[in-house]
């Protein structure tokens, strides 16, 4: 399998552009995680989902960060207009949904820098 | 709302040998899972070992085994024969119990350096 797939790898972009990143979970993978990783907060939750429906999104900074799941295999976060303060690495993760307290496979990351 | 603390920022330890790190949560669930990850310079998140908050027995994983200190919220990481790969950020993360799938609430991590 080939794990929890993140694109891009790394992000530079002008303040005030839109940011795309983008996340195919592991098959059959039925939860899907966002994360934001920065030296002040830590790691935090953005958003997820479960069967492709948005759960809890109390974690997303504020309206400019959207997220998406369209099908099982493919999600987005969309921010825009990009701010410096969104410069970060954002991963996303995903779970098998069987039961509760389920390994999370993290993918390798998307690090963010707006300028 | 769950939070957990991590309170050494930094650690060192000598090859070879056993060093130990902290974590204490605050919940008010009786169901819940405990882990810690490791993120290695590469910043890949890897699962280092997990914890039912319903099993006394504490968890092991090779050379990595916890404390699992229910009374007292604590959940501490023993590394034995640190090895220089082990040289990563530790996080402790909790996860509420749940007929599904909920998301990790993370301490802020330990600096662990394994020094030759």
């Known amino acids: 399998d080939a794990g929890v797939i993140q694109s891009p790898r790394h992000e530079v972009t002008e303040m005030g552009q839109e940011v795309t990143l983008r996340c195919k979970p592991i098959s059959g993978h039925n939860s899907l995680f966002w994360y934001r990783q920065t030296m002040m907060r830590g790691l935090e939750l953005l958003i997820y989902?479960?069967?492709?429906?948005?759960i809890d999104d109390s974690g997303m900074p504020e309206d400019r960060f959207s997220a998406k799941m369209p099908n099982a295999s493919f999600s987005t976060l969309k921010i825009q207009p990009s701010e410096p303060r969104d410069s970060a690495v954002y991963f996303c993760?995903?779970?098998w949904g069987q039961g509760s307290g389920n390994e999370q496979f993290f993918g390798p990351g998307t690090r963010l820098t707006v300028l | 709302a769950q939070t957990v603390t991590q309170s050494q920022p930094e650690m060192s330890v000598q090859e070879a040998e056993t060093v130990t790190l902290s974590c204490t949560y605050d919940?008010?669930?009786?169901?819940?899972?405990l882990f810690w990850y490791k993120q290695p310079p590469s910043r890949q998140m890897i699962l280092v070992i997990r914890?039912?908050?319903?099993?006394?027995q504490n968890a092991t994983e090779n050379r990595f085994s916890v404390n699992f200190q229910k009374a007292a919220k604590s959940f501490s990481l023993k590394i034995s024969d640190s090895q220089l790969g082990d040289t990563a950020m530790y996080f402790c993360a909790f996860m509420r119990g749940s007929s599904g799938n909920t998301p990790l609430v993370f301490g802020k991590g330990t600096r662990l350096s394994v020094i030759a």
């Open positions: 914890q039912e908050a319903y099993k006394q």
């Open positions: 993760a995903s779970s």
């Open positions: 919940t008010s669930e009786s169901n819940y899972y």
């Open positions: 989902f479960n069967n492709n429906v948005p």
